[in-house]
């Protein structure tokens, strides 16, 4: 695959909401154990089940901290390049109608489509799922680098179910501070994992204020030196990314079009 380093970089970033590379829990490389993510020693540890039944799952997202009403557009900047790499980045992404089936599990699709200065550089559809119980799941991504009009898949696709990847919770239906979320069936060093930082911390992005909030710490396998801190207020998602270990890089959400 030819890439360039500032579109690598630009691109393995941001990924998509921070849930697709971000959480990308692929079947190689070297991840973080749980716990690690944060300060807070965790209260429990949850590895859900690898096979999941698809009965207990749909599309409909309603999750009050993570909803995903098909239509709803969200716009992402990252002004500042802590390594004078990139430029002005914007990522947009876009909740739609369209779903898909992952290991039989129904998934609905978000799409992501992000640009330096203007110029594609990637694109993902990214599958999400909610449980019986209020848990919303990550189930992949098939996320695709754009270089010169060329598209060539990055390490970040992946899909639950095919190579050793897994689908993890990214967001509980009752998140509490410490607890921590772990892929299933997965050796230590190929784990990603959300541990659940804070709650109704108040943030201030350039959409708006907000104090109803989860924060999560993110690690994954793909990038094992990679930390990131993500913000999801009430109502609308995620307002906030924060990248507090391997980089310092801070993608706000600047406005929600919704249908």
């Known amino acids: 695959m030819r890439t360039h ?16 590379t971000a959480l990308a ?20 540890t949850t590895t859900p089940p690898a096979s999941l039944d698809p009965a207990d ?17 969200f716009t992402y900047r990252s002004d500042a ?30 799409k992501e489509t992000v640009s330096v200065d203007g110029v594609v550089i990637e694109e993902s559809d990214n599958w999400f799922s909610q449980d019986s119980d209020g848990n919303v799941w990550n189930l992949g991504a098939d996320t695709n680098t754009v270089e010169d009009t060329e598209v060539f898949e990055t390490p970040g696709a992946w899909q639950s179910g095919k190579h050793g990847a897994h689908p993890i919770i990214i967001m509980p239906a009752g998140p509490e501070v410490g607890d921590v979320y772990i892929t ?12 659940i930082l804070a709650l109704d911390t108040a943030v201030d992005v350039p959409f708006g204020s907000f104090d109803s909030t989860v924060a999560t710490a993110n690690t994954n396998p793909v ?6 801190r993500l913000t999801y207020a009430e109502g609308v998602g995620l307002v906030l990314r924060e990248q507090t270990e391997g980089g310092a890089q801070r993608m706000e959400l600047i406005s929600v079009d919704r249908p």
């Open 5 to 20: 380093a500032p579109v690598r970089a630009a691109a393995s970033a941001i990924a998509a909401l921070g849930l697709a």
């Open 223 to 228: 990038q094992p030196h990679d930390t990131y």
């Open 57 to 73: 799952f749909t599309t409909g997202i309603d999750h009050p901290h993570l909803p995903m009403e098909p239509g709803t557009r």
């Open 81 to 110: 390049d802590p390594g004078g790499e990139m430029g002005r980045v914007r990522a947009v992404v876009e909740v739609t109608d369209e779903t898909t089936e992952i290991g039989g599990v129904p998934a609905l699709i978000v």
């Open 184 to 195: 299933p069936d997965a050796p230590e060093e190929q784990e990603a994992t959300v541990e």
């Open 25 to 44: 829990a692929c079947g190689d490389g070297s991840g973080a154990r749980a716990g690690q993510a944060g300060q807070i020693p965790a209260q429990t």
